[in-house]
């Protein structure tokens, strides 16, 4: 086999090899290309200083020779320009290092051609511009500066030799350090390659980590329960639930409350501070005012403890859908506090329809019972009510009965008992027909309703001739089921056509839509009595009734519908006129113009 050829494939092989190495990234090649720059200025004026120094601890009265004089300032010229290139200019950084390195090589031939034989000192130094070119630079081109290094160096030698006399342990030497800057070399590349590897891996951590916060943070953000936390008594995350379920309103954009809680994810770090974030300190100031019985008791749990209640809003809250959260109140390892809201809406719903299956199993059967006689009771006082008619009609034709006018009398008392008794009847059989209703109710077949257009369609369906007045002031959509909103509004709109009749000959109902916060707000007005005091506890109760003719089923029925919807329904008893308010979450607000 060819000798040269196997050297020229062993070359080949190994710089394709030292071609596929990885390179560090630009803000380490800066870092570490600053660093070797400076150090190549404090070596050159090293130099300068020893050369001078070396000259007078010798006594000599002259100056170092010309070649060492020139090169050194040179090279101190060199360096400083080097140095302020590569701060000052971005771009190139590796065609800069390149050069900087191969003038190393160079200056260091040039000292230790003076020098005249290889010294430590100056081979030390060969060594740290080998390993610098093979960290900072491409593999190819760390090795042309490595083979140029050894080029210069064994040149060197022969030229000495030449010039003076030959010296095998001078060659000797040379070669030596012509292999050590191979091994060097090798050695840094390796080293540099797994600098990078390890660069990566961390970068890779670094992205997986930041893509873990970013889905934490949306999770935080998207999530149904409220979610606060608390560090030294101020609040450092709240997401957009933790907004809807205290009413408390949201000034920031939605960006700006991402923004607080991605700042708020370093909750666990010492150097966390607050005082930037405007939104926070808003909405502290808000729970503060608003629900200082909720941050109080926050505050008050011990270090190590947890809590959980039900917290139901007060009086300034009650515009909200929500009437009662669950807080669960859980100790950090920092000592920060993590404070859970969670509606309770969707459990008093599961309860209010497992109550209704139960209410349906018992009145089932029971109506059915009911239902047969009762019809037998109707069926016979509408036939006795048809036989006093007939009987006066008959009595109005005949002369000859003697006591006419006691079987008048007699007759017409009758017609009144039989009246009431038909009456009656019907009134049970409404309580019937209601209570059947409530139990016979299916899980709410929720769906999108938008006001401005269902409104007007239901009051010409329902209550076309009555004076309804509609005034709607937004375009907003809400999630209901179409046949228990109808009988909600029937039974509310009713109820005030019917107490405002009683207190003014022109009985009418307004209606008002408007938006508060993320809610929308149904209003249902009249000019009636409105209800007393002593009847508020028992307005939505079953069989609760003012009206003699009512049934006392018709609020409590339509605060089931409005539940089983996830929706709201009371009384507001500081309005100036009579007021029931339903109050359901919004799914598309946009306010009318």
């Known amino acids: 086999m060819n000798p040269v050829k196997s050297a020229s494939n062993l070359i080949t092989v190994i710089t394709d090899y030292i071609e596929q190495d990885d390179i ?30 070396t000259v007078r601890a010798d006594g000599s009265p002259s100056l170092p020779s010309f070649l060492q004089q020139t090169v050194l300032s040179f090279y101190v010229l ?53 390993a610098a070119s093979f ?8 090795l042309i500066i490595t083979l140029l290094a050894i080029i210069f160096v064994i040149y060197q030698q022969f030229f000495y030799a030449i010039a003076n006399s030959m010296s095998l342990a001078n060659l000797g030497n040379a070669l030596l350090m012509s292999a050590s800057f191979l091994a060097v070399g090798g050695l ?6 797994r600098l990078v590897q390890l660069e990566k891996v961390a970068a890779t951590h670094v992205k997986e980590v930041e893509r873990l916060n970013v889905i934490n943070q949306e999770v935080i953000t998207q999530m149904a329960n409220g979610v606060i936390v608390i560090d030294s008594q101020h609040v450092v995350l709240a997401n957009l639930a933790a907004y809807q379920l205290l009413s408390i309103p949201n000034n920031s954009s939605l960006a700006s409350t991402d923004t607080a809680i991605i700042n708020a994810s370093n909750i666990h770090k010492n150097s966390l501070s607050t005082k930037n974030h405007k939104p926070l300190s ?64 969707r459990e008093q719903a599961s309860a209010q329809q497992l109550k209704l299956a139960s209410l349906g199993q018992l009145t089932a059967s029971i109506a059915h019972e009911i ?53 009656q009847t019907k009134r049970v059989n409404r309580i019937i027909e209601d209570v059947l209703k409530l139990s016979r109710q299916q899980t709410a077949n929720q769906q999108s309703i938008v006001l401005a257009d269902w409104m007007p369609i239901f009051l010409h369906n329902y209550f076309q001739g009555h004076d309804v007045f509609l005034h709607i002031n937004t375009q907003s959509t809400i999630s209901f089921d179409t046949h228990q909103l109808e009988q ?26 408007y938006c508060a916060d993320n809610d929308v707000i149904i209003d249902v007005l009249d000019e009636g009595m409105g209800v007393g005091t002593d009847d508020l506890i028992h307005l939505f109760n079953p069989f609760f009734t003012t009206d003699k003719a009512g049934t006392g ?26 007021c029931f308010r339903l109050i359901a979450p919004a799914i598309y607000n946009e306010t009318a113009g």
């Open 188 to 193: 840094s590349w390796s080293i540099s390659q």
């Open 282 to 345: 808003d909405f502290q100031q808000q729970l503060n005012e608003q629900h200082l019985q909720l941050f109080d008791a926050c505050l008050s749990i011990a270090a190590g403890q947890s809590r959980t209640f039900v917290y139901e809003l007060p009086a300034v809250a009650n515009a909200s859908v929500i009437g009662k959260l669950r807080v669960e109140i859980i100790h950090l390892k920092d000592d920060s506090k993590l404070i859970i809201l969670e509606d309770l809406r």
């Open 371 to 423: 239902r047969n006689p009762l019809a037998a009771i109707s069926q016979a006082s509408q036939l006795l009510i048809e036989d006093v008619v007939e009987s006066e009609t008959r009595a109005g034709t005949t002369l000859a009965h003697i006591n006419s006018d006691h079987l008048n009398s007699e007759t017409a008392n009758n017609h009144e008992l039989y009246k009431m008794i038909f009456s």
């Open 24 to 53: 560090l990234p630009v803000p380490q090649l800066r870092k570490l290309g600053l660093i070797y720059s400076s150090y190549r200025f404090i070596v050159s004026l090293f130099f300068m200083l020893m050369v001078y120094i």
């Open 135 to 142: 960290m900072l630079l491409h593999g190819s081109q760390a």
């Open 488 to 513: 909600v509004l029937i039974n509310l709109i009713n109820n005030g056509l019917r107490y405002s009749s009683y207190a003014h000959p022109h009985a009418f109902v307004e209606i008002e839509i």
């Open 553 to 578: 089923l018709g609020l409590y029925l339509s605060q089931a519908f409005c539940e089983a919807n996830h929706a709201r329904l009371l009384y507001v008893p500081d309005y100036k006129k009579t």
């Open 78 to 130: 060199l360096s400083l320009i080097l140095l302020g290139l590569f701060y000052t200019v971005g771009k190139h950084m590796r065609r800069q290092l390149a050069f900087g390195l191969a003038l190393d090589v160079i200056i260091l031939s040039l000292l230790l051609y003076t020098a005249g034989a290889p010294d430590l000192q100056l081979t030390m130094l060969y060594m740290v511009v080998v």
